[in-house]
């Protein structure tokens, strides 16, 4: 019913810029909370940023000031502007959305109820 596609995803260089793109079908999500989780190889899931209507938006320190979240309400899409991109980006990325109204912008995975299959970004040093 709901799904969420990813796309944007690549090999970089370190330095490097990327935007990932996510479109959600089957639903709006204009209330509740659209963002991005990653995942590296033997690591655990981790936050990254999301958008919430009225708590705005969070980041994980780790991209602070690399990354920008934004969202267009009519598509249901949300955007992941990724700028100097290093190593440790490197991950699988998946968009998470939940419809519920919150003051707040989750970091906790469980709270997600959407996941898309997500996309690879690598960055080479």
């Known amino acids: 019913q709901v799904q969420l596609r990813e796309s944007g995803g690549g090999l970089v260089q370190a330095g490097d810029s990327l935007r990932l793109s996510c479109e959600a079908s089957?639903?709006?999500?204009?209330?509740?909370?659209l963002g991005w989780f990653r995942q590296a190889p033997g690591k655990e899931r981790e936050f990254v940023s999301g958008?919430?209507?009225?708590?705005?938006?969070k980041y994980s320190d780790l991209v602070k000031g690399r990354f920008t979240i934004s969202r267009d309400n009519a598509k249901n899409t949300v955007y992941l502007q990724m700028n100097s991109l290093k190593p440790e980006d490197t991950a699988v990325y998946y968009c998470?959305?939940?419809?519920?109204?919150?003051?707040?912008?989750?970091?906790?995975?469980?709270?997600?109820?959407?996941w898309g299959q997500g996309t690879q970004v690598t960055v080479s040093s």
């Open positions: 998470v959305a939940h419809s519920r109204y919150s003051r707040v912008v989750t970091t906790s995975p469980s709270q997600y109820d959407y």
């Open positions: 089957g639903g709006t999500f204009s209330r509740g909370t």
């Open positions: 958008l919430n209507w009225l708590a705005g938006t």
